[in-house]
């Protein structure tokens, strides 16, 4: 099992930027391929960006194509999420999530960082 903190989130004005850090414990974090999320009130979880195992592969919605970017420091057993020009839509909780070589879905999941962009 993989063990996942959020952290970063905040209050924040449209057009700012701000950086998440997910740190997990427990396995080997190069094994998993680690994806953020995010649910905004009354709404249901989205997917907002992916990174595979190996760093080399990410996915993005389209929603924040061109502002939000993904890294992970294996290192640090951390990943990042990059959130530059925010707009108030992008109010909601945050969360990481680890998925395991071979598994569709995410099984491990942090819980949650508060992100709030104000117009």
């Known amino acids: 099992q993989v063990q996942l903190v959020e952290s970063g989130g905040g209050l924040v004005q449209a057009g700012d930027s701000l950086r998440l850090s997910c740190a997990a414990s427990?396995?080997?974090?190069?094994?998993?391929?680690m994806g953020w999320f995010r649910q905004a009130p009354g709404k249901e979880r989205e997917f907002v960006a992916a990174?595979?195992?190996?760093?080399?592969?990410?996915w993005g919605a389209d929603s924040v194509k061109g502002r939000f970017t993904i890294s992970r420091d294996d290192a640090k057993n951390t990943v990042y999420l990059q959130m530059n020009s925010l707009k108030f839509e992008d109010t909601a909780v945050y969360y990481c999530a680890a998925r395991e070589s071979g598994r569709n879905e995410y099984a491990y999941w942090g819980q949650g960082t508060q992100v709030t962009v104000s117009s």
């Open positions: 427990g396995r080997t974090f190069s094994l998993y391929t």
């Open positions: 990174m595979s195992r190996s760093g080399t592969i990410t």
